[in-house]
Structure formats: structure tokens, C-alpha cells
């Protein structure tokens, strides 16, 4: 099968793969790039678990044609922590035990992202609506919204 | 939080300065980084894909088996059926006396489960592995299936499972698993009122976000390194063992973080399987669940009817137990027989009963097979037997926690089972929920504890 050549950013790095024509992203991500942050919990656009950012939006990793990303700016759990420092979400994930097993995790907090990357001040039914694209079987969900409302309050306080 | 050490008399007297003081989980910043590794976040150059071909029918017998065509398929590399497999017949817990072998690990003669493996193809990529299944031929006569436990145990009924004779485990006490205490006709002869209910549960899948998985290295040596999700480590090298007849020194099992398990990754059903086919293949294998798969095959929590007949007085003693469980097995035993006895042995719960008889039955059935899942064999039981409470204190119009209080048991109680009772704190437990709750119940229920004997 022809190989397609594909470039885009991930976490702030240039890639460049050839990949065959109908790869996803998710298997490009994990087996060319090994960045296993993205998981593969249904590959049927249903868990959440395989969310990544793409050019700041977020999208699912298993339905997205590796193709479509030429250009893009890609972005997930694995690229979040700068110099070895946690983003805010991640300290509160960790603080909140809002991270069980830890296989949602990833998707959980990318998707958390883009709801504080355009609302930094989100209700708790912002939320809910924010994460409920995500399957978490551990937690019950309310300790991940107890930590993504105390994320956006460390924000603002270290914002003012 | 505060903790109450007098609740209990066996508590050390030593201060507990862990306890009530939050800490991080050891795997958090793993977790919120992406750096913990699970089993299927590693490539190895070369991997086949191992798909299944599964039974389209609840019970059939297999007349034949076609894989020419499959084999003939564009990256398909090896074909494995039930006589590639050394030992094929295996049970989970045979290394803990739970017998006899009553399971394939790949189908002969007969299927006796819808999506039960028959034949596994190992391609080079997931797609071809699935267009060699499509092309798999498996000629199949089908049986009259049972579908539900009281047709499995109607007179003649069609026998699910060969092994076990007719279509229940037979424990060293029978039919059933059975545990007596007293005379329950006696105790129901004394009762003011009896009730008899009957409770009943579907079975529950554990659906945990990262499906059943392992991916299988060969080393070079004869050895291979397996990694794995499952929570059940030294089962599935001490199956795999026997499955493969291969010594546990060849075998090197990797596990670690699990992505939600709950029972569900206890059977040993991926790991020989993919085991086999990276030796004959000499290549690293991957076989992991989609997640129809994970949903449809692998084990749920058992389906279970349960049958409680009380004796009561009016002041709220409880004087005779008769509980009749069955719990579904599906085809195989797999965790089941353990489960039962676990549930014979756990009613008539924490309350003391002077008149008990229990008859737990594990049942075949043509289902998927269940297996563990949180508190299999209890779990069901538990809200089987406090609804029954609550419908027993309103028969005689009594407050359902001072009913309980009433029949709590203590330190020293003798169980059904005939192990005396330690540690009890189901009265002072009791006592501070009613607290917490504002729940009224009179002065003299304050003053019970689990440490002074019944009159």
C-alpha cells in the first residue's frame, strides 16, 4: 500500500513519518513516535481515552486519519509537564486522587485542557459537559470535577 | 477523620500515625504524566496480531474445521487449533483442588458458549488477521442450548458440560455446597411469621477502560517474557505452564499497572494462547480484546437466583434461615465453584441465627462464562439478604436498624458455619450511622455492643 508522507508538531517538536494511507493517529502516535500518553481504550470514538489536542481542539486520536494531521499542531498528556514542571491540571489530578487506575487519565486531562485553555473559569456543569466525551470506571467522576474546578482556581490565584 | 480504636478489642494499643492523614498515590504523577506503563505501551519490530474465531453458537458440536483458505491469505502467518495446543483441557484453579479440567483452551468436538475461541489467526496486522478469520470454514450441527439455570437443572435438561455430569459442580457435599446449623424446621415450627423471597440478578460486566491484553516476546532460549495485564499473576504462570507444558523457568511474566480491573483480568485466557503462537512462530505476538469483545467474552460477574425463607417473632428475633443460591456458571467453572462456596459460607450474614440451612448450587449453562468481579459470591447475596431484612422488619413493624440490631452478631456468636465470631462491629457501626443520620431508634439499642454476650 502507498505510503503517504505526513509533518506536524507534537508537543512542540517537528515530526515527519510516512505512514500508510488510512492509519489513525493513534497508531502513529504510539508506534512511530512512542508517545503512549493517548490510549486505546475502544477505538470506536466511545471511551475518550486516546484525546489529544489538535490545533488547540480537542479530537479523538482513534477515528482521526493520521493523513489529515499534515501541518497541525498536536498536543497530549505526555507534552504537558514543561521542564518538569506539572500543569496545574496535573497536580490537581494527583492532589484530588482524581486518577484511579490511571487509563482515562490522559484523556481526562487533555480534555480538562481545552475546557480551561477557553474558559478559565468554568462552572462545574461546564465541566461535566467538558469531560463527558471520557470513560473513567474507577473514580465515579466526581473527584476528576473536584480537581479540574481546583485547577482553574490555581490559575486564577497565580494569574492575580 | 477520626478514628475510634475502643470499637475494637483486638486494636493495638500503639498510635497510628498513617491513618487519617492523606497522602499522594505512589503511581499519581505517573498516571497525570503519561509515563506509567501498561502492558500494550511498548512496540516490538515484527509483532503479529492474534484474532479469534468464535462461536456463532450457544451449544454446537463442531463437525469440521476449514483453514485452508485463511492460510492461503495475504499476511496470515499461523493458524492455531485445539491440537496445537499441548495440553489443551485446562481449569483455572486446579492448583488449589478445584476440579476436574473442564475447559479448551481452543474449542474440540464441541462449542458450548456463543464467542467461545475456536480457531486463532496471527497475521502481520490486526486487518489481515481479521480478513483470516472471515475465511476460517467451521461446519457446525447445533444443540438445543440452556440458557437459563432452572432449565439447566429441570430434568433432562441437555448437559452443557460433559465433564461435570450433569449441569451443577459437585462439591464433596453434593449437589450443592451445604452448611447446617440447629433444626430449621424447628426454628420455622417457634416463628410468628415466615417469609420466603426470591432475589435474582443478571450478570454485570466489569467493562474496565483498557481491554484484556498481552503481549508475548520470545527471548531466544526457549524463553519467553510475557507482558501482561492481568491481576492474577502466579495463576497465569502456573496455567500457562501446564497449558504449554512448558517449565515456569521459561516463562517470565511481566505485569504493573492494570487499567481498571475489578475482576475482570483473573481468568488465564490470553497468556497461553499468544504464548503458543510466538513460539511456533518465533515472532512477538499481540493479542488484545477490541472492546466488543471485552464486552461480550470476557467474563461478567455471575448471574444468581437466590431463594431466602425466614422465621421471625414478633419481638424481632430472627429463629430459622433456609437459603437456596444458584449461581451461573455459564459453560465452564472458571472462578465460579470458589464463589459459590464463598456465598455458602458468607449467609446467613453477619447476624446470628440459631437455625440455618444453606444449599449454594453452581450451574452450567450454555452463557458466557462469569467468573471474579468485586465480592463474587457475596456481593449478590448481600443485597439479596438486607432487602430481605428490610421487608422482614416491616412485617413485624419494627424499625429496620433496631431489627438489625437485634439480630447482630457478636463476639463469641457461633456462625453457621460453626467459626465463632471475632472482631464484630456491626452494632457500634450501626449505632454511629443512626447517630449520623439522625436516625431515631430508642435509648436502649445505644447501650448493645458487640463485646457483650447475647442473653
Known sequence: MAKVAIHFTLNGSEKAEFVESGTSLLDVLREKLADFSPKGGCLQGTCGACSVLIDGEIRLA???????????????????????????????????FATQCGFCTGGMIVASKALLDRNPAPSRA?????????????????????AVLAAARANSTNKA | MELRKAYFADERRDDLKEIGQSRPRSDAFGHVTGRTSFFADRTFAGTLHLKMVRSPHHHARIRSIDTSEAERHPGVVKILTAKDVPHNLYTILSLIQVGPEDEHVLAEEKVRWKGEAVVAVLAETPRAAFEGVAKVRIDYAPLPAVLDMEAALAPGAPIVNE???????HYDSGASRKVRLGDVADGFGRADHILEQTYASAPIEHAPTETTGCIVVPEGNERFTCYTNTQAMFFTLDNASIILQMPGHKLHMVGGTVGGGFGGKVDV??????ILGAKLTGRPVSFIYGREEEMQISSPRAAERIVLKDGVTRDGRI?????????????YS???????????????GPYTIPNVSIDSFCVYTNRTPSSAMRGFGVTIGDFALEVQMDKLARLIGMDPIEFRLINAYRDGDLKAHRQPTEGAALIECMQEASRVANWLIADRFFELSSRTRRD
Open chain 1, 62 to 96: 482513534c477515528l482521526t486519519l493520521a493523513e489529515t494531521c499534515e501541518g497541525c499542531t498536536i498536543e497530549t498528556a505526555g507534552g504537558l509537564a514543561k521542564d518538569g514542571v506539572l500543569h496545574p491540571l496535573q497536580i490537581a489530578f494527583a492532589d484530588g
Open chain 1, 126 to 146: 461546564d465541566v461535566i459537559e467538558a469531560i463527558s466525551g471520557n470513560v473513567c470506571r474507577c473514580t465515579g467522576y466526581e473527584p476528576i470535577i473536584g
Open chain 2, 163 to 169: 465433564r461435570h455430569g450433569g449441569n451443577y459442580y
Open chain 2, 269 to 274: 485466557i490470553v497468556e497461553p494462547i499468544a
Open chain 2, 319 to 331: 429463629v430459622a434461615r433456609q437459603v437456596h443460591c444458584y449461581v451461573d456458571a455459564g459453560a
Open chain 2, 334 to 348: 472458571r472462578h465460579s465453584p470458589y464463589g459459590t462456596q464463598k456465598g455458602a459460607a458468607h449467609f446467613p
